[in-house]
């Protein structure tokens, strides 16, 4: 009997297949220090169950119907903050990597090495280290650096409303976490949108993730 004890390492699925999760459930669940305690299939329940669990790790498919995964996963640490994710996917460029680990996942996970990776992802995420897939990890070192910072000629403020606006708040609410009014908010939004030609919410998202906005401005 695994429930309540400490040294156990609870963890949430996320998968779209439910045989897929299944999988995940028994390939984890052979290891007596960890516990599979919700599944999800859908980000929106993702971040559902993780607020109501406050699991070790969330493991993570990248691509899934409804909401984005890659833009759920900053969203894990507001719910949760001790919460890790773990991102498991058949995506295995690169820049895919890139993007899930400035978004703040520690782990990546290629699902055709799930079998022998996620285990020891998992055990490492939990424990506060990161885990990337060796290959890809080789890949990252050799690509060439971060262009400047901040693209598109943003200035700071305009950094910090995006990635607001792309964690999901409201005018209102970044109006009173900046201490602007909601009318310069709406400024700054315009400007934004006109200087990096993008308008919908999931635009800022990639944008934000493809620029590493969201690592770079985390406390």
Known sequence: MTEGREDVTRIVIADDHAVVRTGLRLLL????????????????????????????????????????????????????????????????????????????AAGYVLKDAADTELVEAVRLVAAGDTYLNPRLGAQLAAAPPDPPWPPDNLTEREVEVLRLIVLGH????????????????????????????????????????EHNLLETGAS
């Open 29 to 104: 669940e052979r290891e007596a220090d960890l516990q599979v305690i919700a599944e999800a299939g859908d980000a929106a329940d993702a971040l559902r169950y993780v607020r109501a669990h406050r699991p070790h790790v969330l493991v993570l498919d990248l691509n899934m119907p409804g909401d984005s995964s890659l833009a759920a996963i900053p969203q894990v640490a507001v719910g949760s903050p001790n919460t890790r994710v773990v991102v498991l996917t058949m995506q295995n460029d690169p820049a895919f990597a890139r993007e899930a680990l400035q978004a703040g």
């Open 170 to 209: 409201t005018n209102t609410e970044i109006a009173a976490q900046l201490y602007l009014s909601v009318r310069t908010v709406e400024s700054h939004r315009a400007h934004i949108q006109q200087k990096i030609s993008r308008s919908t919410r999931a635009e800022l998202v990639k944008y934000a993730l």
